[in-house]
């Protein structure tokens, strides 16, 4: 889904953002989420998304360290999206599709003036995200498609290798990240990745980690 907004550099991205923590819940840059909305906090969140940037900061919950204050802490880097599909269901909740725009790292979560967490953020970092395609031409593309091949094979999943075979790199690589069933450790780690190329090489050895785990157990341990 096409955004209408034209992001050239991380200056063009707002300092502040509303922080969506969601465990296991993995955006990449220009790759796409559903949402279905329903806290009235979260209610919230969105009505001031859509007033002000249409940007939200999707972060995952860090398990390794205890709440603060009965808030989960959260990773330290997160990916921006933007709402670029909305509707309103009729019974107080709101679907939504985000589109990824630019990995973020947090600079400081800012006081509760509202019933959502926000968070003062810097992308800078992350410049190469507003850049499409940045990297593709490094991905090991045959390396992927045979983890992806074993882990279908050994999991009976169906695969629609025609739609894969003609999806470009970058697009084959976050889409094949954000829809892999394994754990929030895994994911942060697959967001972090400094390159698509180091994306894609992660997520063939995370696969190939856990099919030899399978193998050795028959039990899938993927959470």
Do not use: H
Request: charged fraction near 25%; include cysteine.
């Amino acid at each position: 889904m096409p955004s209408n907004a034209v992001y050239a550099g991380a200056n063009d991205l707002p300092q502040t953002l509303a922080l969506f923590p969601l465990p296991g819940a993995l955006l990449l840059p220009r790759g796409q989420i559903p949402l279905n909305i329903f806290e009235p906090r979260y209610i919230a969140m969105i009505d001031s998304a859509l007033a002000g940037s249409r940007l939200i900061g999707m972060i995952q919950p860090d398990p390794s360290v205890a709440e603060r204050i009965g808030l989960p802490n959260v990773y330290s880097v997160g990916c921006a999206g933007r709402i670029t599909q909305f509707a309103e269901t009729g019974d107080g909740r709101y679907l939504l599709q985000l589109t990824g725009i630019a990995r973020f790292r947090i600079i400081e979560e800012l006081g509760s003036e509202t019933p959502f967490r926000r968070a003062k953020v810097d992308f800078s970092a992350f410049a190469d995200d507003l850049v499409a395609g940045r990297g593709e031409d490094e991905v090991d593309r045959t390396g992927l498609l045979s983890a992806l091949r074993n882990f279908s094979d050994a999991n009976r999943v169906p695969i629609d290798w025609a739609s894969i075979e003609q999806a470009p790199n970058e697009a084959l690589v976050n889409a094949l990240s954000m829809m892999s069933p394994y754990g929030i450790r895994e994911k942060q780690a697959l967001l972090e990745a400094a390159t698509l190329k180091a994306r894609a090489d992660m997520l063939i050895a995370i696969t190939e980690m856990e099919l030899a785990r399978k193998d050795g157990d028959d039990e899938p341990r993927l959470q």
